[in-house]
């Protein structure tokens, strides 16, 4: 699962560059196939039943499985971006959250950027606690603890939601395989982490309400109250010698070092 870990971040990469003012979201789920194919491999969102994209674009309230379109970037918008790509029968799945800059609201871009930051730390704090995990729940227990630990927002003083009705996976020879991944403690420990163990964490949180509802789309998640949502995925292997960050080019060396964790290559 080396392979396809390294060609959704190569995507999901060439993705992040190209976020900018005018461009459209069918122009990065464009790009984002491109490198997919380019590298031998396939989408496999495209193999999700009634889904044709590469990507999912999810702009501002939006939190999840926005689809990508005719939909133009605005400066200031904060853009969530899911990908996954199979390879030889195995899969890998990311998603990273990118603010687009604007230098007329440096309030707006400052907010945006906290609650990214936020998310993407409390998926390395679930990250680090897998490493030495007894059970599954403790990783939903270490985002929880790490998003009430920052407390109500610095900037805007807003404090952060975590979705519930949405949940991490297993992956492997399916993107999205048993058990669920939850992003928040639950009273149940779950399935218990051994060597093999191949999981997708991916905590969404938002700005105000847990509270969400699908557009008329029938894919886009939204929240309630509208305020902005942000996502960020890791597909991350448990094996004989540690753990292994599948879809980080340095297997998540620099997001767990502030955790004391260091991830250990496969093999
Ligand atoms: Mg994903
Ligand atoms: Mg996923």
């Known amino acids: 699962m080396v392979e396809p870990g390294l060609i959704t971040a190569a995507a999901l990469d060439a993705v992040r560059a190209m976020i900018a003012p005018g461009v459209t979201t069918g122009q990065l789920d464009a790009e984002a196939n491109r490198v997919i194919l380019a590298r031998g491999a396939e989408s496999n969102f495209q193999l999700v039943r009634g889904y044709s994209h590469t990507l999912c674009v999810s702009i501002n309230e939006q939190v999840v499985h926005g689809i990508p379109g005719d939909r133009v970037l605005e400066p200031g918008d904060i853009v969530s971006v899911d990908c996954g790509a199979q390879y030889k029968g195995w899969n890998g799945d990311s998603a990273i959250t990118v603010v687009v800059p604007d230098a007329a609201r440096p309030d707006v871009v400052a907010r945006r950027?906290?609650?990214?930051?936020?998310?993407?730390?409390?998926?390395?704090?679930?990250?680090?606690?897998?490493?030495?995990?007894?059970?599954?729940?403790?990783?939903?227990?270490?985002?929880?603890?790490?998003?009430?630990?920052?407390?109500?927002?610095?900037?805007s003083g807003e404090t952060y939601g975590i979705l519930r009705q949405y949940v991490g996976h297993g992956i492997g020879r399916k993107m999205h395989e048993s058990p669920s991944v939850f992003n928040y403690r639950t009273p149940d420990p779950g399935p218990e982490v051994r060597p093999g163990l191949v999981l997708a964490i991916e905590p969404m949180v938002t700005a105000g309400t847990e509270e969400t509802f699908v557009e008329g789309d029938?894919?886009?998640?939204?929240?309630?109250?509208?305020?902005?949502?942000?996502?960020?995925?890791?597909?991350v292997a448990v094996h004989d010698g540690g753990i292994w960050v599948l879809t980080a080019p340095d297997g998540g060396k620099a997001g767990l070092a502030p955790f004391g964790v260091e991830p250990r290559q496969i093999g």
Not at 117 to 145: C, F, K, N, P
């Open 113 to 155: 950027e906290e609650l990214s930051r936020v998310t993407e730390g409390s998926l390395w704090a679930g990250i680090a606690a897998l490493a030495t995990a007894s059970h599954i729940g403790d990783i939903g227990a270490a985002i929880q603890d790490y998003i009430e630990a920052q407390g109500p927002s610095a900037v």
């Open 218 to 235: 029938e894919w886009t998640v939204s929240t309630a109250d509208g305020t902005d949502g942000s996502h960020w995925e890791h597909s």
